[in-house]
C-alpha cells in the first residue's frame, strides 16, 4: 500500500452514512470512505452474520467489539476480540468471516 496525496484530514464516523451488505446469514453494515487506492471501513456485523463469500482481497482489520472468527480456505480458523487484529495480502489466502454475536470492525484495504 503506497499513501499520497492524501492531505491530513480527520472522520466523524457517526457521519458517514451506512450501506447495508447481506451476508448468507445476518448483514454487515459499512460506513466507507476512500482515499485514492485505499478504501477505509468501520464495519459492524450483525448477530449471526456468515459472509456470502470467500475474499481474497488483502485487509488490514482491527476488532473494535464483539468476536470475529476468520476461517481461511485451507481450514484454519482465528477468532478476534477487541484490540486483536489480521492482515493479509491480496491473493494470498482466501478467508471468510463469520460473527456469531456481533462484530465492530475497522478495516483498511
Known amino acids: 500500500m503506497h499513501m499520497a496525496n492524501i492531505p491530513f484530514g480527520i472522520t466523524d464516523w457517526s457521519l458517514i452514512e451506512p450501506t447495508t451488505h447481506s451476508g448468507d446469514v ?8 476512500h ?9 459492524e456485523y ?11 482481497k488483502g485487509h ?3 476488532c ?6 476468520s476461517e481461511l480456505d ?4 482465528f ?3 477487541p484490540g486483536v487484529s489480521y492482515q ?3 491473493q494470498a489466502e482466501a478467508h471468510r468471516s463469520t460473527s456469531p454475536k456481533g462484530a465492530k470492525l475497522f478495516i483498511v484495504d
Open 64 to 69: 473494535l467489539e464483539g468476536e470475529l472468527f
Open 74 to 77: 485451507d481450514g484454519r480458523t
Open 46 to 56: 450483525s448477530a449471526g452474520y456468515i459472509a456470502d463469500h470467500w475474499c481474497k
Open 35 to 43: 482515499f485514492g487506492d485505499i478504501r477505509v471501513r468501520m464495519v
Open 79 to 81: 477468532t478476534l476480540t
Open 88 to 90: 493479509v495480502a491480496d
Open 60 to 62: 488490514i482489520l482491527l
Open 26 to 33: 445476518g448483514h454487515a453494515l459499512w460506513r466507507t470512505q
